[in-house]
């Protein structure tokens, strides 16, 4: 295991900015983040804001955003975007091809066709303008520094996002899956298990 962990430290990772993902070290044991991939929605020197990506809840949209309900992507769950302001609800949604964040309303983009809703709008007037969209309870926070101390420590690999990434279905090992498509040595970290007994 000393060579992957070796490879893995010389890994040239991505800046981090909006539409970039951070994902999770295998090292990482926090329960608000093991095995988590979070999607960054603004980064500038005072802190860095994003949302688990892979973490459903059992509550649907439905049940606490009626009219949002039927436009989300399946599985139609709140997704539980990080420990900060549970009770605040983001939708991140990925645009049809030929739609611009800047020219429709009721979104701000983030990066591509990936864009922050608001949620406040018509949900009817946006749907047909988008490949899906999905509702995150609360968000993942960092204050000035922290999170470049995380990344220095190795507890984040940062690496370019895929719009369909936060339109994952619940089914599918999105860690595993981006971890994967990065190659080698990155690539080698996504078949490693949780309980360290069956490595």
Same mark, same amino acid.
């Given at each position: 295991?000393?060579?992957?962990?070796?490879?893995?430290?010389?890994? =040239? =990772?991505?800046?981090?900015?909006? %539409?970039?993902?951070?994902?999770?070290?295998?090292?990482?044991?926090?329960?608000?983040?093991?095995?988590?991939?979070?999607?960054?929605?603004?980064?500038?020197?005072?802190?860095?804001?994003?949302?688990?990506?892979?973490?459903?809840?059992?509550?649907?949209?439905?049940?606490?955003?009626?009219?949002?309900?039927?436009?989300?992507?399946?599985?139609?769950?709140?997704?539980?975007?990080?420990?900060?302001?549970?009770?605040?609800?983001?939708?991140?949604?990925?645009?049809?091809?030929?739609?611009?964040?800047?020219?429709?309303? %009721?979104?701000?983009?983030?990066? #591509?066709?990936?864009?922050?809703?608001?949620?406040?709008?018509?949900?009817? @007037?946006?749907?047909?303008?988008?490949?899906?969209?999905?509702?995150?309870?609360?968000?993942?926070?960092?204050?000035?520094? =922290?999170? @470049?101390?995380?990344?220095?420590? %190795?507890?984040?690999?940062?690496?370019?996002?895929?719009?369909?990434?936060? !339109?994952?279905?619940?089914?599918?090992?999105?860690?595993?899956?981006? !971890?994967?498509? =990065? #190659?080698?040595?990155?690539?080698?970290?996504?078949?490693?298990?949780?309980?360290?007994?069956?490595?």
């Amino acid at each position: 295991m000393g060579c992957v962990a070796s490879g893995v430290g010389e890994h =040239q =990772q991505a800046e981090v900015e909006a %539409g970039t993902l951070l994902v999770a070290s295998p090292t990482l044991t926090d329960p608000n983040f093991a095995r988590s991939v979070v999607f960054v929605i603004d980064h500038r020197p005072t802190g860095t804001l994003g949302v688990v990506l892979n973490r459903p809840s059992e509550v649907s949209v439905a049940d606490v955003l009626p009219t949002w309900g039927p436009h989300t992507s399946t599985p139609h769950a709140v997704f539980v975007g990080g420990p900060v302001e549970q009770r605040t609800a983001l939708c991140l949604a990925a645009l049809r091809a030929g739609e611009d964040p800047a020219h429709t309303g %009721g979104v701000v983009g983030v990066r #591509g066709p990936v864009a922050l809703v608001d949620l406040d709008g018509d949900p009817d @007037d946006l749907a047909p303008r988008v490949r899906g969209l999905r509702v995150f309870a609360g968000y993942s926070g960092w204050d000035r520094g =922290q999170l @470049d101390g995380e990344i220095r420590r %190795g507890d984040w690999f940062v690496v370019p996002a895929l719009p369909d990434d936060v !339109l994952a279905p619940a089914g599918y090992d999105l860690w595993g899956g981006v !971890l994967r498509r =990065q #190659g080698v040595p990155l690539a080698l970290l996504a078949t490693h298990v949780t309980e360290p007994r069956r490595n």
